[in-house]
């Protein structure tokens, strides 16, 4: 079965929309989105088509995660009905307007985004966070062993005491969890900073590659936030942000990000 191609377009209130080209989508056709590893009703959103448009409202609630589409014939026919089903005729990507979601600042509520992006097989998919509360990371200094990181935080307010812990990344399978904190800066309208030195990071002596995790912690108790940056169009920062290490006795220590766009620190062993 040949793919469609849909243009899209995404504003920042979190709509998107859709128009397919190069073929006429049969009567009672919809596109549906469906999001991996989802096994739940609430893991399929159907959008109707009319004409060649579909729209996702941004009203329509998506759950975090990377969402494939597909288009799907009239209800009926046996074909997509049911969430997981692997049902659909593929969507390849067309022309992706994402300009709107470039250095955007989210409004009252929930920090939605939703970017629409090609996958690695050339098929159009959508990848949708919602942070409640949001730390979104932004200039990232490097100096003197230690990385200093400005940013702003939505939906919640810095107090004292505020604090950010770095924690190993539970995908190491470390024997035991470890944590360490630096103290945040707070500033007006949410903006906030600090600086984490890499040596304590580095300790035990490393033998193997080490991830920690950022979260801000807004108030001694309060529920951590994860540092990320996602208030623009870009999906997937892993190769987009690339930071220079710095070079110490033993070993490597550089920022960088992870495929859903978290802020981590990466440490390598230094033969």
Same mark, same amino acid.
């Given at each position: ?12 209130a979190g ?14 056709a ?15 959103v =159907?959008? *109707?088509?009319? /004409?060649p448009? @579909?729209?996702?409202?941004r009203?329509t %609630? &998506?759950?975090? #995660? ?24 593929p969507?390849r990507?067309g022309?992706r ?19 629409p ?5 050339g098929?159009?998919?959508?990848r949708?966070?919602?942070?409640a ?18 940013g ?7 107090g ?7 924690? =190993?990344? *539970?995908?190491? /399978?470390a024997? @035991? ?5 630096? %103290? &945040?800066?707070? #500033? ?33 108790g ?25 070079r ?24």
């Amino acid at each position: 079965m040949s793919a469609l191609v849909a243009h899209c377009t995404a504003d920042a209130a979190g709509t998107v929309t859709f128009e397919l080209a190069g073929a006429a989508a049969a009567s009672g056709a919809e596109l549906v989105l469906r999001r991996r590893g989802g096994a739940t009703p609430a893991d399929e959103v =159907r959008l *109707p088509l009319t /004409g060649p448009r @579909a729209v996702l409202d941004r009203a329509t %609630p &998506l759950a975090e #995660g990377r969402w494939d589409i597909v288009l799907v014939a009239e209800r009926g026919d046996g074909a997509g009905d049911g969430a997981g089903d692997a049902g659909g005729q593929p969507v390849r990507p067309g022309t992706r307007d994402v300009r709107a979601l470039v250095d955007r600042i989210p409004g009252a509520g929930p920090v939605t985004v939703r970017v629409p992006y090609p996958t690695a097989d050339g098929r159009l998919a959508l990848r949708c966070w919602v942070r409640a509360p949001h730390a979104e990371a932004g200039a990232i200094q490097l100096a003197d062993g230690a990385m200093t990181v400005r940013g702003v935080l939505y939906g919640a307010d810095a107090g004292d005491g505020a604090s950010v812990e770095a924690r =190993r990344n *539970p995908s190491e /399978g470390a024997a @035991a969890p470890r944590t360490h904190r630096v %103290p &945040l800066t707070g #500033g007006a309208d949410g903006a906030f900073s600090f600086t984490l030195p890499y040596a304590e990071l580095a300790e035990p002596a490393m033998t193997a590659r080490r991830l920690w995790d950022l979260w801000l912690l807004p108030a001694p108790g309060a529920d951590p936030v994860r540092l990320s940056r996602i208030l623009d169009d870009v999906w997937d920062r892993r190769s987009i942000h690339v930071y220079p290490a710095y070079r110490a006795d033993g070993w490597l220590a550089a920022p960088c990000y992870s495929g859903d766009n978290n802020l981590l620190v990466r440490l390598d062993p230094r033969t």
